[in-house]
C-alpha cells in the first residue's frame, strides 16, 4: 500500500520516471520523502539522473511518469503554490547580468511578495554573513562565479522557503563560503524547513546530511538515513562499491 503523506513531508517523490530519448529512462522509478529537519544528499556518479530528479522537483522539467509533491501539493498541478514554498538553486546559476545585487534581490523578494521589512533583514543577514553586503551596489555582471553563486544563495533566501533544492551547491564557493553556507542549510532546517541537495563532496555529504540517496542509472539503489545508508564502512567506501558496475 502507498504511504499517505504526513505533515512532516515537505517533498515527497513517488514513482518518478523520465526519459530524454525514447527507450532510454534517465531516471527510472524514483521514490523518496524529504520530511522537515531533513538535509537529505543526493549522490551518484556523472549521468546518474540527480539534475533531472532536482530539475523536476523544482517545477522546471516537464515529465508524464510519477508524482513530486511540495508540502502536499502537485508540482504538476499547483506550480505557483510549490514555487511558493521552494527555492531552487542550480549548478549555474543564471542571473539577470544587467541589474546591480540589491536590484536581483530585490527583484527576487517582490516576485515572493515578500514585505519590505522582511526583504531588507534577510538581505542583510545573509549579504553579511557571505560578504557580499560592499558589493551589492555592483553589476552582477561584474561578479566572479563565487560571488554570483553567493548572490543565488542570498536570493533563494529571501522568503524563508520550505524547501531549499541546490545542484552542487559546494562548486566554486571558498572554504569560508561553504562553511557559512553549511550553517545556513542547518539553521533553516532548525527552524522546520528541509534541503534536498545534489553532491560528488562525499565528505561533505556524510558530515552534513542526516539522510542520503545514492542513485546509478537512474534508479536509486540506497536511501534513508545516513548511518543506515553507511553501515560500518565510510560513505565513500558505499559509494565506490554501489558504483562498480554489476
Ligand atoms: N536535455 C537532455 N537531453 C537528453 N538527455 C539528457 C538531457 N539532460 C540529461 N540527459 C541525460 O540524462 C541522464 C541523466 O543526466 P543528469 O544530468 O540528470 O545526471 P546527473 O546525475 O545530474 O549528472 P552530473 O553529476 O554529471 O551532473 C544522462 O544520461 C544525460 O545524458
Partial sequence: ??????????????????????????????SLSVQAGDIYGFIGHNGAG???TIRAVAGILEFREGEILIC?????????LCKSEIAYIPDNPDLYEYLTGIQYLTYIGDIFQVSAAQKEARIRKYSDLLELTEHLGDLISSYSHGMKQKLAIISALIHDPRLLILDEPFVGLDPQASYHL????????????????STHVLEVAEKLCNKIAIIKNGRLIASGPTEEVRGSSSLEEVFLEVAKDE
Fill in 1 to 30: 500500500m502507498q504511504r499517505q503523506t504526513t505533515k512532516k513531508d515537505i517533498l515527497v517523490i513517488r514513482n518518478f520516471s523520465k526519459s530524454y530519448q525514447k527507450g532510454k529512462k534517465a531516471v527510472n522509478d524514483l
Fill in 72 to 80: 502536499g501539493h502537485s508540482i504538476q498541478k499547483e506550480p505557483i
Fill in 50 to 52: 540527480k539534475t533531472t
Fill in 182 to 197: 553549511k550553517s545556513i542549510m542547518k539553521e533553516l532546517c532548525d527552524k522546520g524547513s528541509a534541503i534536498f541537495f
